[in-house]
């Protein structure tokens, strides 16, 4: 039986993450902080006496998780409320679907969800739309 004999590898190399650089960047320099700005808009909802848009961010404040910690948001998330808009600024990786999640959840705790639905209006934002529910009537009168 033959035995094979690898070579041994010099310290510092090995299996790298894919993506990972093996080199630090230039000159030293930290990586630039990417920063997620999303809202919701709730201002059709607001309007119309359905929703209160100070307790739904408060929903979200208790609710949205920062390194595997529910009310952990410190410095990384920033929630605010203007003019029946909640904007979050992140600047961690920070998933906009993760925000449609919460607010599907609140709407469901609410009974809200029967009529109410989360859209995606741009890349950067979400709206609280009513379901579009037209009756059909010119068939019910036979």
């Known amino acids: 039986v033959a035995v094979r004999h690898c070579a041994p590898r010099p310290q510092g190399e090995g299996m790298v993450a894919k993506g990972a ?6 000159g030293g320099q ?3 902080k990417v920063v997620h700005r ?9 309007n119309d006496g359905i929703l209160d848009a100070s307790n739904f961010e ?17 410095d990384h998330v920033q929630l605010t409320c203007e003019k029946n808009k909640i904007q979050v600024v992140a600047q961690d990786p920070f998933s906009k679907r993760y925000l449609k999640y919460l607010s599907k959840k609140y709407l469901k705790k609410h009974q809200m969800r029967d009529f109410l639905h989360v859209v995606a209006v ?3 934002s979400y709206e609280l739309k009513y379901f579009d529910i ?5 068939d019910d009168d036979n």
């Open 134 to 138: 037209h009756e059909q009537d010119d």
């Open 21 to 26: 650089s093996k080199k630090p960047t230039k």
């Open 122 to 124: 741009n890349r950067a």
């Open 58 to 74: 408060k929903f979200l404040q208790e609710r949205i998780k920062v390194g595997g910690k529910t009310g952990n948001l410190g």
């Open 38 to 46: 999303f809202v919701i808009d709730c201002n059709t909802v607001v």
């Open 30 to 32: 930290q990586k630039k």
